[in-house]
């Protein structure tokens, strides 16, 4: 977000969370992207925050509910106050638990562990949620559409035009099962903590084979998960690598070096397979 809109989001969260009887004399942005991450201190509680109607607070607040009913591995809600979307100044917001990250870095089995645990979790919740080739189609119109993404080169547009539609259809020729998901489970949404790894960001919850979620994973993770299909991992892969890249030439993207992130997964996808794991692209 602009400095104009941080400034105002952090008011907004420090407003809101007095008015919920929280002290607030500092507010700490821990990240600062499409959303705002915030630490309110001395209460410690943590704030998610966003431009009204640029959100799905309202899904991640009854799957972090339901989840954490049944001791899924998500990030609590914060206990003092009611759960559920707060709105200010513009601002949509919810609040949280803040949790103070291990410095031991998660192991590989860890991970994969936690994410079967929350994929079964997942299993016994019903709620509505959007299937994940609907992710995809949004994904190719974005590419598609040239006022959304005009710094995209005729060459590269095809290519990921070609990449969308082929991993989807090979995706979905494989006719796997499928399930709710956490979306988007890479290294970035889980938190190594004293309670044990816990998943953040439960908004890009959508349904679909446990594969499209494993593919978030480093290579490392994804051989611990149990019973993968290895082929429609491959694809699932191929299929993200290419979501990403799309993602990275919005031109209401605000990833850091989106550009740069989008040019990177462009030569892979030039490059061929073996796909690698979205995971492995942070270390780069």
């Known amino acids: 977000m602009e400095a104009a809109l941080v400034s105002r989001g952090m008011a907004a969260a420090a407003s809101l969370a007095g008015a919920q009887h929280l002290r607030v004399d500092e507010v700490v942005v821990i990240q600062n992207s499409n959303k705002l991450a915030l630490r309110l201190l001395p209460c410690d ?34 206990p003092r106050v009611e759960p559920r979307v707060y709105e200010d100044d513009g601002f ?11 410095p031991d870095q998660l192991s590989p089995t860890a991970y994969a562990h936690a994410l079967n645990r929350l994929h079964t979790g997942m299993r016994s919740v019903e709620i509505a949620a959007p299937h994940f080739m ?11 559409n040239r006022d959304e993404s005009p710094a995209l080169a005729d060459d590269d547009r095809q290519l990921l035009l070609s990449t969308l539609r082929s991993a989807r259809q090979d995706v979905h020729a494989r006719t796997a099962a499928e ?3 956490h979306g988007e489970p890479h290294a970035g949404n889980v938190l190594n903590t004293s ?10 919850c959508c349904r679909g084979p446990i594969e499209f979620d494993v593919a978030h994973a480093p290579d490392e993770v994804c051989a611990h998960y149990p019973d993968v299909d290895q ?25 850091p070096n ?11 996808l030039r490059n061929g397979p073996p796909w690698p794991a979205l995971g492995a692209l942070a270390a780069d």
């Open 195 to 204: 309670d044990g790894p816990l998943f953040i960001d439960l908004e890009t």
């Open 92 to 102: 949509a917001m919810t609040f949280w638990t803040y949790q103070t990250v291990a």
């Open 134 to 144: 609907e992710r995809v189609a949004q994904a190719e119109r974005l590419v598609a």
């Open 179 to 181: 399930q709710l998901l």
């Open 45 to 78: 509680a943590f704030a998610r925050v966003a431009l009204l109607g640029d959100e799905v607070f309202a899904l991640e607040v009854e799957l972090a509910q339901r989840l954490a009913a049944i001791a899924s591995p998500v990030a609590a809600l914060e």
């Open 231 to 255: 082929v429609l991992l491959q694809e699932c892969r191929r299929l993200v690598l290419a979501m990403v890249a799309a993602w990275r030439w919005d031109v209401r993207d605000e990833h």
């Open 258 to 268: 989106g550009h740069q992130h989008g040019r990177h997964i462009l030569a892979l």
